[in-house]
């Protein structure tokens, strides 16, 4: 998948409201913003309803995790082979509810890229964004952990953990796309991530947990 910036990827987590037939309401909307407005968006369905929405919604969808196996004889774990087959078109990798070893992300990316699937790896701060990104992953979250599901957006709350990374980022490589989450709830955070150079949002609670998803959507694309 082409991350074209800038971008908003939608992290459907484990919550009731983005799980099984309400995940699936929630990705039709998410596929009626996208096709109306025409923005580059992902979304990332729980493991359990990925393979449904990627039949039944006609936009990029990403898993939330993967695990560094080949297909065989391991129960309970993810291989980027079944992600490939669900019609994904990349994974998160390493997000802070989720987190893997540096070896195993390193393992992540070449092992996704080979079945031509995306990586977003997720970091906590600049020193391991920097760490990651001499690994080459097509794209970075940075998500200071605390602000997450704090309604406290990063790119007002902390700016400079976001226009540092992307700085840092950028030395090591240009091609890497640099996104920031935690706390992103409205266009006005995205209009501040963007200005920081960010080259667009992660985020969850703001949308799955909203009155009016699409509304929030609507918002988010306006800062764009
Ligand atoms: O992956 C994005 C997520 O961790 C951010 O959570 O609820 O603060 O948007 P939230």
């Given at each position: 998948m082409?991350?074209e910036?800038?971008?908003?990827a939608?992290?459907m987590?484990?919550y009731?409201e983005?799980s ?6 929630l990705?039709?909307i ?12 992902v979304i990332?369905?729980q493991q359990?309803?990925?393979?449904l929405?990627c039949r039944?919604v006609s936009m990029?969808?990403?898993s939330?995790?993967v695990?560094?196996i080949?297909?065989g004889s ?6 980027a082979e ?9 994974s ?6 989720h987190r893997?070893?540096?070896s ?5 990316i070449d092992?996704?890229?080979?079945f031509?699937?995306?990586s ?7 020193a391991v964004s920097?760490?990651v990104?001499?690994?080459k992953?097509d ?6 952990p605390?602000?997450?599901?704090s309604?406290i957006?990063?790119?007002?709350a902390?700016?400079e953990i ?8 950028r030395?090591i ?8 989450g935690?706390?992103i709830s409205?266009g006005k955070d995205?209009?501040s991530?963007?200005e920081?150079?960010a080259?667009?949002v992660?985020?969850a609670s703001g949308v799955?947990k ?15």
């Open positions: 082409n991350l910036p800038p971008m908003i939608l992290n987590k484990a009731r983005s099984g037939e309400n995940g699936l309401k990705a039709k998410c596929e009626e913003v996208f096709e109306e407005n025409g923005v580059c968006m990332c369905p359990t309803d990925l393979s929405v039944k990029p969808c990403f939330q995790h695990d560094p080949d297909v391991y129960t309970g774990w993810v291989s079944a992600i490939k087959n669900s019609g994904a078109e990349g998160l990798i390493n997000h802070s509810e893997i070893r540096i195993e992300i390193d393992i992540l092992k996704l890229r080979s031509g699937l995306s977003m790896v997720c970091t906590n701060n600049e920097k760490a990104a001499e690994l992953p794209a970075i979250a940075i998500e200071p605390k602000l997450i599901g309604g957006s990063v790119s007002t902390e700016p976001v226009s540092d990374t992307v700085d840092a980022v030395r490589d240009k091609g890497i796309k640099v996104l920031c935690a706390g409205n995205v209009r991530a963007i920081l150079g080259d667009g992660l985020l799955v909203a009155k009016d998803p699409k509304e929030v959507l609507l918002d988010l694309i306006s800062g764009i």
